[in-house]
């Protein structure tokens, strides 16, 4: 995979979550020009450890920073009780009651990330 690729995808990641290059950096424990360097291309190939912290930061893992999905983990996860039972009542939920629940899920994550 070419490394400008890995940048753009980090940075579409940082900025799907409101983040500054800075504040990735700080949550991945890297230096901000390492995020910089990244991203922008400059850096020709990250190391494993750097795209850990990154990926973990982030809340990914290195396979899904990397773009690797698995039709295996797909299939895994259509298969729990849980998911299905969730996606069963939820398509038959109105609207209003959908948008609730995605603000709900929403305020979850942001506090688990406090």
């Given at each position: 995979?070419?490394?400008?690729?890995?940048?753009?995808?980090?940075?579409?990641?940082?900025?799907?979550?409101?983040?500054?290059?800075?504040?990735?950096?700080?949550?991945?424990?890297?230096?901000?020009?390492?995020?910089?360097?990244?991203?922008?291309?400059?850096?020709?190939k990250?190391?494993?450890?750097?795209?850990?912290?990154?990926?973990?930061?982030?809340?990914?893992?290195?396979?899904?920073?990397?773009?690797?999905?698995?039709?295996?983990d797909?299939?895994?996860?259509?298969?729990?009780?849980?998911?299905?039972?969730?996606?069963?009542?939820?398509?038959?939920?109105?609207?209003?009651?959908?948008?609730?629940?995605?603000?709900?899920?929403?305020?979850?994550?942001?506090?688990k990330?406090?």
């Open positions: 995979m070419k490394e400008t690729i890995i940048g753009e995808k980090i940075k579409a990641y940082r900025e799907k979550k409101g983040w500054s290059q800075y504040k990735l950096a700080k949550e991945a424990n890297v230096q901000p020009s390492t995020i910089s360097q990244i991203e922008s291309g400059a850096r020709q990250p190391s494993i450890d750097v795209l850990q912290k990154v990926a973990e930061a982030l809340s990914l893992t290195v396979s899904q920073l990397l773009g690797q999905t698995s039709e295996d797909l299939q895994d996860l259509l298969q729990n009780k849980d998911v299905k039972m969730f996606f069963r009542n939820f398509k038959d939920l109105s609207e209003e009651d959908k948008a609730f629940i995605k603000k709900q899920i929403a305020l979850l994550k942001s506090q990330r406090a």
